[in-house]
């Protein structure tokens, strides 16, 4: 896409600093950025994105009193609340000093977009006069599945009897109650119902933009706009929409893995990874070497050094395991993902079903077997299964005669080639919404006009309410309404 340098507008990114939110956050940068908007990502101290990987924006630290915090499934929601209290103060004042450059520069700041968790940015731009927009880095069904589990709340309905967990949920096919975002069947704190309802709360945010695409979640998207009375931009795969993909890896990448690739037989390969948080304990960990041993499918397996806990991963597999294993497969720290299911050698994905994930898999037509761990995994391990029928689901991740029988319905058996076959035609309806006149491409067409055009729409309105609807503060929205 070629740069417009005529513009001179800035956007500025502040992206939440987990591996399945930064990734699509960046990659909207680049996209952005080959649009011709000059880039800046505010991001937190933890964690931050390298600058070597993106030497095209400016990145600016936010202190958040985080040092020596480490991330799990098990505080995500104190992560994210820490981040929203600490990086308020620090995200307005440089936003005012950014201001004041950027007047005497000739440019101006077109919007800040933001994660849909950090609600502190929302307030940042209400005070300023700059005009918001979320990013949502999921599936659209997801954000729905948030705001339906905020329902159930409201009326009561939590504790859920267990007995009821596979049923569907209404307005909502396929998930059933179990794909929820959260266990249902216990009383939920009151500060986790907070933060629930705050994801959903789009604020003062004049759009929202989606990791998703028409193609994919066309009734929902439908569905979700009903619900929001603002410009909803589904863009997806964001991976294929902007120039050459940098890495957004917090880990070092593993490129060794791909020259393996180059010996193996097309579609003859298991690339199994958890993702950059999941973990699994000893027992799932050997049941899984056991079974992808007695398999006989050549592999690669990323395993974290925090897989577990912290210690060397091969100490916990048996020397019969070890053996059995032998010379068929790689075991890599981390590895580049994108490039691995890219490689004609690889024939299925074993994955903890993140969106980011399951979107790179469908865009190479990667079949897959879903261990579904917490959050939006859930909700994308049933698409794939129920909806889509692209993956299948280990009957029982603690036996490892099920995880043979799952691998090799996976890579060898009819049911795997049929949904190699499923998953080539979801690939082909994907690249056809990046073509031009496709779902994606003029989606992002829309957006770049909607952001353009946002810094002449800007009205010195007082706010008297953060939370009060766009009509009613910055913006006009009848105005921006004829833009999309």
Request: glycine share 6%; charged share 20%; with cysteine.
């Amino acid at each position: 896409m070629e740069q417009n340098r005529t513009q001179k507008h800035t956007v500025v990114l502040v992206p939440l600093p987990l591996q399945g939110h930064i990734t699509p956050m960046l990659q909207l940068g680049n996209i952005l950025y080959s649009k011709g908007f000059s880039i800046v990502v505010a991001h937190s101290e933890f964690r931050p994105p390298n600058p070597l990987n993106h030497p095209e924006f400016i990145l600016h630290p936010l202190s958040d009193n985080l040092s020596g915090y480490q991330a799990s499934s098990n505080n995500l929601v104190e992560l994210i609340l820490a981040i929203n209290s600490n990086c308020r103060a620090p995200l307005e004042d440089y936003m005012v000093q950014l201001m004041e450059d950027q007047k005497l520069q000739g440019y101006q700041v077109a919007c800040i977009i933001y994660d849909s968790h950090l609600c502190f940015v929302d307030s940042v731009a209400t005070h300023l006069k700059i005009p918001g927009i979320i990013l949502r880095p999921d599936m659209a069904v997801y954000m729905l599945a948030f705001r339906y589990f905020c329902q159930l709340e409201a009326e009561n309905r939590i504790s859920f009897p267990g007995s009821r967990l596979q049923e569907p949920v209404p307005g909502l096919h396929p998930l059933r109650f179990k794909d929820l975002p959260y266990p249902i069947t216990n009383e939920i704190p009151e500060w986790i119902m907070d933060f629930f309802a705050s994801s959903v709360n789009i604020r003062s945010s004049v759009a929202i933009i989606l990791n998703t695409t028409d193609c994919l979640e066309h009734s929902t998207l439908s569905q979700l706009q009903q619900c929001y009375k603002v410009p909803c931009f589904p863009i997806a795969p964001l991976h294929k929409l902007g120039a050459a993909a940098t890495s957004t890896s917090f880990l070092e990448e593993d490129q060794s893995c791909i020259a393996w690739l180059e010996k193996q037989p097309p579609n003859s390969v298991l690339y199994i990874s958890f993702g950059s948080i999941a973990c699994v304990n000893e027992q799932e960990l050997t049941e899984t070497a056991w079974g992808l041993g007695n398999s006989g499918i050549p592999f690669i397996w990323v395993l974290r050094s925090d897989s577990i806990d912290g210690s060397q991963l091969e100490d916990h597999f048996p020397e019969a395991v070890k053996a059995l294993l032998g010379e068929r497969g790689l075991i890599v720290k981390w590895a580049p993902q994108k490039k691995v299911l890219a490689h004609s050698a690889v024939g299925g994905f074993w994955s903890h079903c993140g969106w980011n994930s399951t979107i790179e898999s469908i865009c190479e037509g990667v079949p897959m077997i879903c261990r579904p761990h917490f959050a939006d995994q859930l909700s994308n391990a049933r698409y794939l299964t129920s909806e889509w029928k692209v993956g299948l689901e280990i009957e029982n991740v603690l036996d490892r005669g099920s995880i043979e029988i799952s691998i090799r319905r996976l890579m060898v058996d009819a049911e795997g080639k049929e949904m190699r076959q499923i998953m080539s035609v979801m690939k082909d309806k994907l690249e056809a919404g990046l073509q031009k006149g496709g779902s994606s491409y003029e989606s992002l067409n829309d957006l770049t006009e909607f952001i353009s055009q946002l810094p002449s729409m800007v009205q010195e309105v007082k706010v008297d309410d953060p939370a009060t609807s766009v009509s009613k503060n910055l913006i006009q929205f009848e105005g921006l309404k004829n833009l999309v």
